[in-house]
C-alpha cells in the first residue's frame, strides 16, 4: 500500500479549478519529484494534499486513511510536514526558536530533536542564537526543513527547495534532503532544479496544464527525449 496515494484529485482557488484530475503516490522511504512549467498546479497539488487547499474532487490517502477534509494540524500530527516555497521561518524568533516552534505538537521533552537537527544542519548549530531574519537564503531553507523534522514524520512535502539558491548552494540542499531520506523519510519534492532532482528520485511526474503528462522512474524520465527538450533544456 502507497504511503501517499491522491487520486484525480481537482483543486483550485475561489471559482479556478487548477488541478484536473492529478494522480500521484509515494511509497516509504521514496524520494518523488514533481516537475513541469510555472503555473502547471505543482504547489496547488502540494497545499491540496495537505490540506491548504480545498479538495474538489478525487481524494487523498495518507497511511491508508483519507485525508481530504482533514485539518492540517491534525495531517501533520499523522506525520506528513509541508515546507512551502516562501515564508517558511519566522524572522523575528531565533533559529533555536524556530525549532522550538517547531515542535509545538510534541508532547516529551523536545531538546534532543533540537540536537539531531544541529547534528544535521552544522550551520544552524553555529547561528542558534541569530534571528532567521538575518540568514542567508540556502540557512533559511535549512532551517525551515529542521524545524518540520522537528515532529519526526514519515513523509516530507518540500515545494521549491532550491528556490532562488546560488548554484553553489544548490548541491548542499540536495545533499541534506539525500541525507533525511536515508534515515527513511519518504520526500516529495517540486522542484525547478529537474535534473538534479530526477537523478535522485525513485519517481517522477511531469505536470502541464493541470493534468498528469508523463510518470516513470526518476532516471527513466531523465532518458526521455521529451522530457529533455521541453523541461530539461535539450
Known sequence: MALLKASNVVAGYG???ILHGVSIKVNAGDVVTIIGP???GKSTL???IVGLVSVWAGSVHFRGVDISDQDPEQTVRNGLCYVPQTDNVFPSMTIRENLEIGAFVRRDNHQFRIDEMFDLFPDLRRSARRKAG???G?????LAIARALMLDPVLLLLDEPTAGLAPALVEGVFKRIQDINSTGVAILLVEQNARDS?????RGYVLSGGVNQLQDTGPALLDNPEVGRVYLGG
Open 15 to 17: 471559482g479556478t479549478e
Open 38 to 40: 510555472n503555473g502547471c
Open 46 to 48: 502540494m497545499k491540496a
Open 134 to 136: 538575518t540568514l542567508s
Open 138 to 142: 540556502g540557512q533559511r531553507q535549512m
Open 198 to 202: 530526477l537523478r535522485m528520485s525513485d
